[in-house]
């Protein structure tokens, strides 16, 4: 598509248009337009195999799509995972990416490389002449570590930390490429929801630190509370986008959850499904108000 350049505006700092992905025979991602403005959080729901995560490997770099394009604050990007980096896109993963024998302030160092001088092995070789540089990307690092809540845990090993504070740390190492834009795929996977409500506030503080956010979540709830926008992925296809409330209350979206089948626009027969299994739902919670 190449109209996007001209819907695009200033405040744009995502825009990925028309990105297709196929495995052989399979597309796992079909023509999909999604942009993400300053000041933003956008989730990105859907089923189990619906091709987000590919999506966001077609964001960052990691697939070169079969078609499409990104772009990151007006720029086109190469699909080359550090020069994404660079440019200012920084990612999570869904199966936690840690160096499990370095520690938590280490970890966190690695991920500044993009953004120093000296690079990743004088980073972790400490060479001499890269004292200064060093030690401000330590004292960055801590910074980070403070405002994620792991400053305590900075000698600890990564792999020692609970499982709610390794997801954390890979925030922390994300933000330490400085990004305008960062990408979280799955965060709250395995959390329990005390964790879960940490995680929701620690974003909405990384949004008012003036970086945008675009989350893929399972936790339809989760994404609900938090989000200002969000697109359905279902087989690959978006087949919704809007602000929170028109999105959840949208008949496709609820018969994508559960798991009716879904083809375009659902039938009449899949509509009473769906709402033969709501009233059922509502029946057996009652007293429940959720
Ligand atoms: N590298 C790959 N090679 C072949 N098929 C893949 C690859 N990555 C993902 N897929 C397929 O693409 C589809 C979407 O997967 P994925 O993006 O992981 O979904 P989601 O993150 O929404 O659960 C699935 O059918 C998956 O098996
Ligand atoms: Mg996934």
Request: charged content about 25%.
């Amino acid at each position: 598509m190449t109209t996007t350049t001209t819907t695009a505006t200033a405040t744009t700092v995502l825009d990925a248009s028309g990105v297709t992905m196929r495995f052989g025979g399979l597309t796992a991602v079909r023509d999909v337009d999604l942009t993400v403005n300053t000041g933003e959080i956008v989730g990105l729901i859907g089923p189990n195999g619906a091709g987000k995560t590919t999506f966001f490997n077609c964001l960052t770099g990691l697939y070169v799509p079969t078609e499409g394009k990104v772009a990151y604050k007006g720029t086109v990007l190469p699909p080359k995972p550090h020069l994404v980096t660079q440019a200012g896109i920084a990612r999570t993963f869904q199966n936690i990416r840690l160096f499990a024998n370095m520690t938590v302030l280490e970890n966190v160092l690695v991920g500044r490389h993009t953004r120093t001088k000296e690079g990743l092995w004088s980073a972790l070789l400490r060479l001499p002449g890269f004292k200064k540089a060093e030690e401000e990307s330590r004292a960055r690092a801590m910074e980070l570590l403070e405002f994620t809540g792991l400053a305590a845990k900075a000698d600890h090993l990564a792999r020692n930390l609970p499982y709610g504070e390794q997801r954390k740390l890979e925030i922390a190492r994300a933000l330490a490429s400085e990004p305008g834009l960062l990408l979280l795929d799955e965060p709250t996977a395995g959390m329990n929801p005390q964790e879960t409500r940490a995680a929701e506030e620690l974003i909405f503080a990384i949004r008012d630190k003036g970086i945008a956010v675009l989350v893929i979540e399972h936790d339809i709830r989760f994404i609900m509370n938090l989000c200002d926008r969000v697109a359905v992925l279902v087989q690959g296809e978006k087949i919704v986008e809007g602000p929170a409330e028109v999105v959840q209350a949208d008949e496709r979206v609820i018969a994508a959850y559960l798991g009716t089948p879904f083809e375009g626009a659902p039938g009449e027969a899949e509509a009473a499904e769906v709402e033969a299994a709501e009233a059922d739902a509502q029946s057996s919670t009652e007293g429940d108000d959720k």
